[in-house]
């Protein structure tokens, strides 16, 4: 069964600092691939998704994420953190012909000044 | 606009009790899902409705009924609350099965179950 591991369920940078989220999914054949965003007391929201073509997918907020088949990894990065980037972040997977999304257990970001 | 919406948001209850969330979407979606957000931020997903139809119903008591008069709607029951059914509900909708769709989630209903 397809599973997602997102490493540290905590990641603590500074403001200006690049911040970088591990992704890590188990099928061997690519899925599609999410990174959603939750501000305190709010749903989620979409940061930027893969599902075909460029590897280097550019998100909203200067988020982008790459998909490497060959690590099974979707990698959230971005250059500087800002303080606004506090937040709770989900990566998740979608095989194709299911509808079934799987989340990962998600990674709390701490932007510190 | 607001695209998928809750309600309510906050509930706050008594044991045993019966209580119910609303979910509408209006972005035209075929498929609907409930998720449950515990106190750690895990997100369980516990059923979802394409085209009305019940697609997926994972390890749920079944004091929790979900219900979708249509695909635009669903809605979830539950019965006799108990203290662990304190969490967030997130209702979310999504278009068709083969595709990446995105899935596009509600503000979340706050359950306290006292």
């Known amino acids: 069964a397809q599973s997602v591991t997102q490493l540290g369920s905590h990641v603590s940078v500074s403001e200006g600092a690049l911040v970088l989220l591990r992704c890590n999914y188990s099928?061997?054949?690519?899925?599609?691939l999410f990174w959603y965003v939750q501000y305190p007391n709010q749903g989620l929201q979409l940061l930027l998704k893969y599902t075909t073509g460029a590897t280097l997918v550019k998100g909203i907020n200067g988020f982008e994420a790459e998909f490497k088949k060959s690590e099974t990894s979707f990698h959230l990065t971005k250059p500087s953190a800002h303080m606004s980037d506090a937040a709770e972040y989900f990566c998740a997977v979608k095989d194709s012909g299911t509808y079934k999304y799987i989340f990962g257990t998600g990674t709390r970001l701490k932007v510190l000044a | 606009d607001t695209a998928v919406s809750q309600t309510p948001k906050y509930l706050v209850t008594q044991m045993g009790n019966d209580k119910s969330i609303k979910c509408e979407q209006n972005?035209?979606?075929?498929?609907m899902y409930w998720y449950k957000q515990d106190s750690k931020k895990f997100l369980k997903i516990m059923f979802s409705y394409n085209n009305k139809e019940l697609i997926i119903n994972e390890t749920v008591p079944n004091r929790f009924s979900p219900k979708s008069p249509d695909k635009a709607h669903l809605n979830l029951h539950i019965n006799s609350l108990e203290l662990g059914d304190s969490a967030v509900y997130f209702c979310?909708?999504?278009?068709?099965?083969?595709?990446?769709?995105?899935?596009?989630f509600g503000p979340g209903t706050r359950l306290t179950v006292l």
């Open positions: 099928s061997s054949v690519p899925p599609y």
């Open positions: 979310a909708s999504s278009q068709g099965q083969a595709g990446g769709g995105t899935q596009y």
């Open positions: 972005l035209g979606h075929d498929t």
